[in-house]
């Protein structure tokens, strides 16, 4: 089963002039180790991304962890989705004991313990960390559809609200905003504006609705709204010149799977179009992990799932590599594991008649090698995986059992108290901490709904005063009078002076 006789294919397969990540070593049998047979991945491949796969228990964190590390050495900054809430302790350095010491003899590595400059993020709040939130609008129709499993019609409808927002002025920063547009639509004064849209019923905007009111009841409003995260704030170097890493802790957010997977997709859409073309580099620019990627392709959309092929396709020549981490290649889209050219499969298990299909799968999208997989991966021991990457050439490694280096950063959580310490002190908490609530769509409609004679001018609000005296009649009304340059400059306003544009997802981005 181990292939005695790979040892100088290996060796040279996997001997590269430039920088490299260090993955272990060969094992040439269920103890084995062939230290001189280094396993390693070209760092200017990390971008061409990859897969991290394996059984629950089988060492995937881990593998996060020893790559995550090494990358921030190299200067590349990291962002790592921390959905058990083990990663945390990357910022503190390890502890040895006999076993972490045995392990590295074993395979040659010079084990110290390190830690790495990291900051914690968390979304909407929820949980420690820096609150990451994103307008309505730049989450846009399909990532939401996503979020809310709407079918094809529902969506299709969904993104005729988002255009009729877009052209009448209304901002959308939060679900409040939303819901606002979508209920002006099925009432009595949005009758002939929703009559316009054509594609949208009454009864498909009554869904919609319902479905938002029950989406912001899961507590959900948290996540929307401003400040909105600036993603470029994910590519830092710390002052030694180390790559932060950014953790962003989701154990607090265990029951709302698909909201959080999306939520990354989001990041990396922004991330997508915020960056210039730069082809291939000496190392990336960032390198993303995407855990718990099936949660990512379960029963999407075709649109959704093409709109994932082509962002991961194309943000390559970004200088971002994505790293998808689930239980095995099935749960990632054909077209999607198409474009992973680094593999780590970490063990499988063959118990039911599902996991048999699921190994017979596995081995069939591995090249061809001297190893019986189908007995290999499900005999693998922690911390052993089947690698195969990219070479300096683009041509694919000889397929190697490896023996992992451990982490040399803790294995495990922050102290909680030490955990919050970090995220205070961060110069980016008091920038997103507090969550801000500008007039939007919600506002200005409640005022356009209201009756004329509701409020005196002495009983209005400041931002009420504000628009009597704005539309009083005077020198500037009589000149620019027209309904379509009015309309024009409400538009122009409600995007408070961006440009907005949609995406791939239908996100609206703004040059910034």
């Known amino acids: 089963m181990a292939g005695v006789d790979n040892v100088q294919s290996v060796t040279e397969g996997y ?17 084995t180790v062939a230290a001189e047979a280094k396993v390693r991945i070209p760092l200017g491949m990390v971008n061409r991304h990859g897969l991290v796969a394996g059984a629950t228990g089988s060492g ?4 996060l962890q020893v790559l995550a590390e090494q990358l921030s050495a190299a200067g590349v900054p990291v962002f790592l989705a921390d959905v058990k809430g083990d990663l945390s302790g990357i910022a503190q350095p390890g502890v ?3 076993k972490i010491t045995a392990r590295a003899r074993s395979i040659g590595q010079d084990w110290a313990p390190a830690a790495v400059p ?8 929820r949980g420690p960390g820096i609150p990451i939130r994103v307008t309505i609008s730049s989450f846009g129709p399909l990532l939401l559809s996503r979020v809310l499993d709407l079918n094809e019609v529902q969506e299709s409808s969904l993104a005729l609200v988002f255009h009729f927002a877009d052209e009448h002025g209304l901002p959308l920063l939060d679900l ?3 819901r606002s547009v979508v209920t002006y639509l099925t009432g009595e004064q949005g009758a002939a504006e929703l009559a316009a849209l054509g594609g949208l019923s009454k009864q498909t905007a009554g869904v919609l609705l319902r479905k938002l009111i029950a989406f912001a009841d899961e507590g959900a409003e948290d996540f929307f709204g401003e400040p909105e995260f600036d993603t470029r704030e994910l590519l830092r170097t710390a002052d030694d010149g180390r790559g932060v890493i950014s953790v962003l802790e989701l154990s607090e957010l265990q029951t709302k799977p698909t909201l959080f997977a999306t939520f990354l997709m989001w990041l990396l859409a922004d991330l997508y179009h915020d960056l ?4 291939d580099l000496d190392k990336p620019k960032l390198v993303f992990f995407f855990d718990e990627a099936h949660l990512l392709f379960d029963g999407a959309s075709k649109a959704f799932v093409d709109a994932v092929t082509q962002t991961v396709r194309l943000i390559r020549s970004k200088g971002v590599g994505v790293f998808f981490v689930t239980q095995t290649p099935k749960d990632v889209a054909p077209d999607v594991l198409a474009q992973l050219g680094n593999r780590v499969q970490h063990a499988l298990r063959a118990y039911t008649p599902d996991d048999a299909k699921a190994l017979r799968a596995t081995v069939s999208t591995f090249p061809k090698s001297g190893y019986d997989l189908a007995e290999l991966l499900t005999s693998l021991g922690i911390g ?3 690698v195969t990457v990219l070479s300096e050439t683009g041509a694919p490694t000889p397929v190697a059992w490896t023996r992992l280096p451990a982490p040399t950063s803790t294995m495990g959580p922050l102290d909680p108290a030490e955990l919050d310490r970090r995220v205070r002190e961060s110069p980016r908490y008091a920038r997103y901490a507090e969550p801000v609530d500008r007039e939007s769509a919600y506002e200005l409609l409640a005022a356009k709904l209201a009756p004329a004679d509701e409020a005196t001018p002495e009983s209005r609000s400041a931002p009420e005063k504000r628009r009597t005296e704005r539309d009083d009649p005077g020198m500037v009304q009589k000149v620019l009078g027209s309904t379509e340059v009015r309309g024009f400059l409400r538009s122009a306003a409600s995007t408070a002076g961006r440009e907005v544009f949609r995406s791939l997802f239908g996100t609206a981005r703004r040059r910034r």
């Open 384 to 386: 052993e995986a089947v």
């Open 60 to 63: 995937k964190t881990k593998t």
């Open 96 to 98: 040895g004991n006999a």
């Open 118 to 125: 990291a900051e914690y993020h968390s979304l909407g709040g």
């Open 15 to 31: 001997s590269f002039d430039g920088p490299c990540l260090d993955l272990g070593a060969l094992l040439t049998g269920p103890d």
């Open 176 to 178: 409040k905003d939303l």
């Open 276 to 279: 210039p073309e730069v082809g």
